[in-house]
């Protein structure tokens, strides 16, 4: 008895042994088996998620054998894409030509830390991409015809851009379209937190006419020409960094301007621990200009904001020290300015880079109010209880007809308030308008009819120079005074109407300057 008790017990000890080594051998499968997804993946795992890396891929090795190029979609049929950092123990450092191009299955795409290439149009027609994480560490820079992204997002919603916190750069004419075609619908630009990036490459985001917002991260030194130019829709801009060089920026970029002809009617906030403003802001069409609470703020660079047109307001921080020559040139608009700082802005002075040249309103909080007011219909006033202007519109119509007043008040058309606005066809002009100012419909090369109110007395120096559609002019009976230039360059003009009047006394005066008022009509 004890013998068979003895062999039983002997039986039982070796089950045991061979189910804990089982259980040892589980547990170091499942250990390395996580190392190596976490190795895989680490762009995913840095971002907060675990995604296994897509199976079924094509590679090729290169010559050297020193590292993979993902080559095509291969047995893949997911719509979640996410590229791995290595391969039969080597990195993936390259997608290749057309690896992905029309493969419009594809709704995400995670790019990691180890690619250093992307070839041409290697995302080519990816119509259906919602969301991009793109965690490439160091990547060679594009050329403009490389169309990596070409059509990228067209027939989704729009697509989420995530820059992971390893990128170091962003490589120029990364999401550049070709021409006027191929624009990549990317709507929202996000940094992931502790980002590294120190450059945003040129041309890299130029003409995505849907992104609502652009980041500039803490870590930025450098910023190319054109980077977020003809970004149209832009609404708001972050500018965040700390270590902006700004030796690197040529004074005055006129036309290669960052942000040139973006950002209609968007605000820029200044991050609060920014302490200088580069001269990056030139030549776009942002309105508004805020700091956030307790900005350290203390220079404004030379033309930082030159020739925004579109500039209507501006915060100045408490500790707002220089504001350097010509910051402010060229903004004809900019009606106030909200001072918390010791500098002495006066409204028509050159003073502190012109920034009070064109005001109309200058306060500190404690001593005065803002008095522009933008309503639903994407019209702008101004309203001080004594002058009532209409100083722009935001909104998307192309044919218009202006508020009978505002705020049971009549106005006046402000200068620069419709200019060069390229949707714009037609516009009727309210029976309370008076006065329509100077340079107000300039260059809206779409604008093809203006009927004026009744009551519309002067039209200012330059208000339709150069609207070449223009065909139809109809003017009030009320019209007193035609400056020079109103109409020059408006040479498809084919009618030009007005109202009689039997009141001799009412005689309309062609400017004193000239007679150059309807110069350029040909008809």
Do not use: W
Not at 281 to 295: A, C, H, P, R
Not at 398 to 427: C, M, Q, R, V
Not at 504 to 516: K, L, R, T, V, Y
């Amino acid at each position: 008895m004890k013998k068979y008790i003895s062999i039983l017990f002997c039986l039982i000890s070796i089950c045991f042994l061979f189910t804990h080594m089982t259980s040892c051998n589980r547990n170091a499968d499942y250990e390395d088996g996580i190392k190596l997804l976490s190795e895989n993946n680490s762009s995913d795992e840095e971002n907060g998620e675990k995604s296994e890396a897509s199976d079924g891929l094509q590679y090729s090795l290169c010559d050297e054998s020193t590292f993979y190029t993902v080559t095509g979609i291969g047995s893949f049929n997911g719509d979640s894409l996410i590229i791995p950092d290595s391969y039969n123990e080597l990195p993936v450092e390259v997608i290749g030509q057309n690896a992905f191009k029309d493969c419009v299955q594809l709704k995400n795409i995670s790019i990691p830390k180890s690619i250093k290439t992307i070839e041409k149009n290697a995302f080519y027609g990816c119509t259906q991409i919602e969301k991009i994480h793109f965690n490439s560490e160091t990547m060679n820079d594009f050329k403009e015809n490389d169309r990596v992204f070409y059509n990228a997002g067209a027939n989704s919603d729009g697509i989420e851009l995530i820059i992971g916190s390893s990128v170091r750069s962003i490589p120029s004419y990364l999401f550049y379209p070709f021409g006027s075609l191929g624009i990549p619908n990317i709507i929202k630009l996000t940094f992931e937190d502790k980002s590294l990036c120190k450059s945003i490459g040129e041309y890299s985001f130029y003409g995505c006419s849907n992104l609502k917002n652009a980041v500039i991260p803490e870590k930025v030194e450098s910023i190319g020409i054109s980077a977020f130019a003809n970004c149209s829709s832009i609404e708001l801009i972050e500018y965040k960094s700390q270590e902006f060089d700004s030796k690197k920026i040529s004074p005055d970029l006129n036309f290669e301007s960052i942000f040139y002809n973006s950002a209609n009617g968007a605000k820029v906030l200044i991050s609060k621990n920014v302490k200088e403003i580069p001269s990056i802001f030139g030549y776009s069409n942002i309105s508004y200009l805020e700091f956030e609470k307790g900005s350290l703020c203390e220079i404004i660079n030379e033309y930082a904001f030159t020739n925004c047109f579109d500039l209507l307001k501006v915060d100045i921080p408490s500790k707002m020290k220089e504001i350097k020559s010509c910051a402010f040139s060229g903004c004809p608009r900019l009606v106030e300015i909200c001072n918390h700082s010791e500098l002495n802005i006066k409204a028509n002075n050159a003073d502190y880079g012109f920034i009070g040249l064109y005001a109309l309103n200058i306060y500190s909080e404690s001593e005065g109010s803002c008095k522009i007011v933008k309503a639903d219909d994407g019209f702008v006033f101004y309203d001080d209880g004594v002058r009532c202007l209409l100083l722009a519109y935001y909104g998307t119509n192309s044919d218009i007809s202006l508020p009978d007043k505002y705020n049971g008040k009549a106005y006046d058309i402000y200068e620069y308030a419709f200019y060069e606005n390229l949707t714009l066809k037609s516009i009727t002009i309210s029976d309370n308008v008076s006065s329509i100012g100077m340079l107000s419909f300039y260059k809206c090369k779409n604008l093809v009819s203006v009927v004026f109110g009744s009551a519309v007395e002067s039209i200012g120096y330059s208000a339709f120079e150069n609207c070449t559609s223009l065909e139809t002019v109809h003017i009030g009976k009320s019209i007193k005074m035609i400056k020079r230039f109103a109409f020059e360059g408006c040479h498809n003009v084919k009618t030009v109407t007005y109202d009689v009047t039997n009141n001799e006394s009412n005689q309309i005066i062609i400017d004193p300057i000239g007679n150059d008022c309807l110069k350029g009509l040909s008809h």
